[in-house]
């Protein structure tokens, strides 16, 4: 199988500039690129999914090169439907500090800033050299910028697709870049680019554009109720990672393994097979999640975020690590107290309805504080009995969990 022959059984390629890409990806010595603005402090796994790609690439003896936009971070480009809030300029440089150095930690490749070359243009260089060869109505027909005329759309989001275009001129110019990659939604962003070369130098670029990784209602990869899925484990934890991936669904999981692991094609046909014999054994997701957290997080993680799982689900919470712990059930019920007689303190926090039904659920041992059974409805919640001086962990039944915080 050759290399652009497995990159769409993996699902991996959208749209390509032309059908010369596909000789030229399959022997090999491209110089290309992949970016992403710094607009915050750590990457998510939606960017994850994207610069595997370089990895892939280089593989298959391509060289890679990633940017990571400080200068279009300034700008915003008009992909949501509003525009992107515009950071402080130092603000941005702290992230893309961090992102650098995530980057190079996950994708061990060059990083480059366009700020570098962008920072010194002038506004007569900038419409002289690059703004008088693009189109207006060039500009106006691409998806996002036509999805955002009805909003509106500001002059600097406008503006963007040119500071990319930019982007790949430079890079074709003074670092042999030829091709560029990115997410199916920057096909109008990279063709400008394209665009501009030819016009001002002659020369044939490519492009080539990835689906965006979704779940099965259109939501892009790594978001989880709004909240990005991100790869600093300080902001996701692993025991959050796992989770996240342990809850994809059986339609779409195969596909995830296809675009977000290396596994083999043979090895992605035995466990599809295996799923569709018995999905209730997760062992798809089970994989994924042990690919993923593996590679992110290090040899080890997918197994440490496991032994949470099944300490949490066997109710031992006292051998979980205290912020583990808290991240594991971050989206359990959450109460304050005083403390007390632990009836008073479950009718206080609505785990019972009253000290009768209290009574009766610890002398069934249907109740449990911090991982201990407790049948006493006199027994006394307080900091000498809390976890860390702080936490009171209960369990109803078997999965009910509710997390209190002593005044």
Known sequence: ???????????????????????????????FYIGTDPTADSLHLGHYSSFLITRRLAAAGHHPIMLVGLATALIGDPRGTVERKLSDKDEVMRNYQALKTQLQKIFPYEVVNNYDWVKDLTVIDFFRDYGKYINVGYMLSKDLVRRQMESGISYAEFSYMLIQGLDFKYLHENRGVDLQVAGSDQWGNITTGIELIRKTTGDEVYAMTMPLVTDSHGNKFGKSEGNAVWLDRNKTSSYELYQFLLNSEDSEV?????????????????????????????????????????????????????????QLFAGDVKNIPLHDLLVGLRNVPHFETEGGAVADVLVGAGICTSKREAREFLSNGALTINGEAVNDPNFVIGAETAIAGKYIVVRRGKKKYYVGELK
């Open 1 to 31: 199988m050759t290399l652009f022959e497995e990159l769409k059984w993996r699902g991996l390629i959208q749209d390509i500039s032309s059908p010369d890409l596909i000789d030229k990806l399959n022997a090999g010595g491209l110089t």
């Open 254 to 310: 195969i596909g995830y393994l296809k675009r977000l692991t290396f596994l083999s094609r043979e090895e992605i046909e035995e466990i599809e097979r295996q799923h569709n014999e018995a999905p209730e054994q997760r062992l798809a997701q089970k994989t994924l999640a042990r690919e993923i957290l593996n590679d992110l997080h290090g040899e080890g993680a997918y197994e440490e975020a496991e032994h949470i799982s099944q």
